[in-house]
């Protein structure tokens, strides 16, 4: 394959040489299979090509979707157009052609999908499992972020008002003993709170300096 994709090339470059033609192997791509096709390339050489309109029928349950897309699409932009018409997250759908599952980052036309082509789509549950998890999880992480970021804020605050206590006093100043109280009290109610807040991934070791710190 590899010879004959040379020829092709070493054919082009002879013929743009000769001047007969303009082909550019450059702007060639070897597809899985030994298929020469042009390379996508979004840049203003490009725009004046053609590119055609497919359709395609999708089959979600027992319903067809009709959908009008670029026959160069990939399966992944052919996702995000189907979760207008399903309400399926692209993440959560597995697109079936000839009975291959096919990736996302697939291109259509390299799978040889046409005008008029069946495409089965289903809901991939575990997909979906995991991307409900990931988001609870981040929803977690940022609730606790902003409560050690609120915590942090009280017991600094509170720190420094003790420090300043313990100054006047060591200067020979004088302080009331319930202001001393108070402040202890405020600060020591800010620590158990950091205590008891539930933290994970990188907030633990925040959590563990804060109160280091502080204690």
Known sequence: MNSNVKGMFSMA??????????????EWDVRPGGMLVQKRDSSSNQSSVLVPTIGVRVKYGSTYHEIRISSQASFGELKKMLADHTGLH??????????KERDSKAYLDVARVKDG????LVEDIASKERRCL???????????SKSLSQIRLEVDKFAEQVKALETT?????????KDVNN???????????LDELAV??????????LVFWHL
């Open 13 to 26: 470059n002879k013929i743009s040489v000769a001047g007969e033609s303009s082909v550019n192997p450059k």
């Open 134 to 144: 990931e988001m609870l999880k981040n929803t977690k992480m940022e609730k606790s």
């Open 200 to 209: 994970i991934g990188d907030l633990r070791l925040q959590k563990r300096m």
């Open 117 to 120: 082509s069946k495409i089965v």
């Open 169 to 177: 006093v060591s200067r020979g100043g004088k302080v009331q003993l």
């Open 90 to 99: 692209p993440l959560d759908q597995k697109l079936t052609y000839k009975k």
């Open 183 to 193: 402040l202890t009290g405020l600060l020591m109610t800010s620590l158990v709170k």
